[in-house]
């Protein structure tokens, strides 16, 4: 089992930047790969950007279109926190944002953190 845990979402204005994380816990050896997703009510949980874990193919990333050249995604192996930090921000990136931690057979996913884009 792995255990993920969100934080750093919140209010922001249009053009500003956040930074939130997603600390993993429990049998993380066997996990692939990690991703960060967003969600809006009425919509489908979307892949924002995707990393792999140092030594299966040493952190190859990958983003939407939608963020790309905005966002950078990165981990911290020593801490096993993952991060997402988010420049230029606008309101079409208002969403729960959720990570998630992938295996060959499992998937896990945290609680998601609100980030709002307004001003």
């Known amino acids: 089992q792995v255990q993920l845990v969100e934080s750093g979402g919140g209010l922001v204005q249009p053009g500003g930047s956040l930074r939130p994380s997603c600390v993993a816990s429990?049998?993380?050896?066997?996990?692939?790969?990690w991703g960060w997703y967003r969600q809006v009510p009425g919509k489908e949980r979307e892949l924002v950007a995707h990393?792999?874990?140092?030594?299966?193919?040493?952190?190859?990333?990958y983003y939407a279109n939608s963020v790309k050249g905005r966002f950078t995604i990165s981990r911290d192996n020593v801490k096993n926190t993952m991060y997402l930090r988010m420049n230029s921000l606008n309101p079409e990136d208002t969403a729960v944002y959720y990570c998630?931690?992938?295996?060959?057979?499992?998937?896990?996913w945290g609680q998601g953190t609100q980030v709002t884009v307004s001003s």
């Open positions: 429990g049998n993380i050896f066997n996990i692939n790969a």
């Open positions: 998630r931690a992938m295996g060959r057979t499992e998937s896990y």
């Open positions: 990393i792999t874990s140092v030594g299966s193919s040493g952190g190859n990333t």
